[in-house]
Each structure stands twice: as C-alpha cells, then as structure tokens.
C-alpha cells in the first residue's frame, strides 16, 4: 500500500488506502490544496477517503482498529487581549484534550480562552466542522501542536472536509508554517 510513488513511502494505517495528497487534491478543499502546494513536506502526506459518518474520531478509530494516539485532533480557540482577538488552533492526540485553560490560554497570552464557535470556524477557515484541520488555517491563526503528536510515525488528522483524512508523520506538523510545539497541551482524558 502507497507504494505509487517510489520514492517515497506514504504514511497509512491498514484498511486505508493511502493516496498521495498532492495528486489527489479534489479530496481536501481549497485552503488545504494551497497549503499543500506550497509546504517542502507536501510529499509525504496522505489522504484516505473515508465515509463522512465516521469522521469523528471515536468512530473512525473503531471501525479501523487504529490506535488512538494515533490520530490528532484539531480544536480552534480564541481570547482576546487588549481588545484584539487572538486565535489559535491546538493539534492533540486523540487519547488526550487540549488544556485550553492552562497551557493554550498561557501560550496564547489572554486571561479567558474558550471554543471558537463552529459557525465561525467553519466560515473564516473554508473547512468543514469536524474536519478542520491545522493544514491551510488562515495565516493570522497560530498553530499549537502538541510534542506527543511528533513521536507519531503516521498521524491522522483532518483533510478540511468530512469524507476523507490526512496521514502524515507526526513530525511534519512542526513544520507547518507557524506551527510552535508546546510540551504537555494535551492533558490525558478522564
């Protein structure tokens, strides 16, 4: 599997069918074709159709059997400080939330972080809700990602639509432009 390229191996989970992403660009929406086509790491990333029904995570990773820190997770939050809003996504492992309170708020630099609220995720990002993904954010927006989410050797993450997910090795998000890794974002669920 994803073996059409022969120099590289793209990343993929079994069951999955690992297509190379710039060549497959209809299945993410415009933003993230753009941002695709303008990263050095573009190459290594894959994208996989999925049915749109199990584009949350819980069931995508049992319909696949695939590990859940395996696939990230991508929240947008905002505050504001001194009357400007200031907006930050924050890519966690799947088996963890982001700690919007205490380590995205300290990094964002504003006293009361909360969810951006879905209508304007969906509209000033061009994805889809819960398919948005740190891949083509507006360049404004900052892009926490957290250490876990690095060790990765294959991610899942949002494409930007419902029907289908971006696989890619964990390290390559800390390239995104203006990605800033942050140690312990993720805080472990329960």
Same mark, same amino acid.
């Given at each position: ?19 190379? $992403? ?49 696939? !990230? ?47 304007? !995720? ?16 507006? $360049? ?7 250490? $876990?989410?690095? $060790? ?26 203006? !990605? ?11």
């Amino acid at each position: 599997m994803g073996h059409m390229a022969p120099s590289v191996n793209l990343p993929g989970f079994d069951g999955l069918t690992s297509l190379p $992403a710039l060549q497959h660009l209809h299945l993410v929406p415009p933003p993230v074709a753009d941002a695709l086509r303008g990263w050095s790491r573009a190459d290594e990333v894959a994208v996989v159709e999925i049915d749109p029904d199990l584009a949350d995570t819980a069931a995508l990773t049992e319909a696949y059997g695939l590990p859940l820190e395996a696939s !990230a997770n991508c929240v947008l939050i905002s505050g504001s400080r001194g009357g400007e809003e200031r907006i930050a996504a924050c890519v966690v492992t799947a088996d963890t939330r982001a700690d919007v309170n205490n380590a995205a708020r300290k990094r964002l630099d504003v006293r009361k972080a909360s969810f951006l609220p879905m209508d304007r !995720a969906v509209e000033e990002s061009g994805m889809e809700y819960g398919g948005i993904t740190p891949v083509g954010l507006p $360049a404004a927006w900052r892009v926490f990602v957290d250490a $876990a989410v690095l $060790a990765q050797p294959a991610a899942m993450i949002g494409s930007g639509y419902r029907r289908s997910k971006i696989i890619l090795p964990g390290d390559a998000l800390a390239d995104l432009p203006g !990605a800033e890794v942050v140690e312990g974002l993720g805080t472990p669920l329960g």
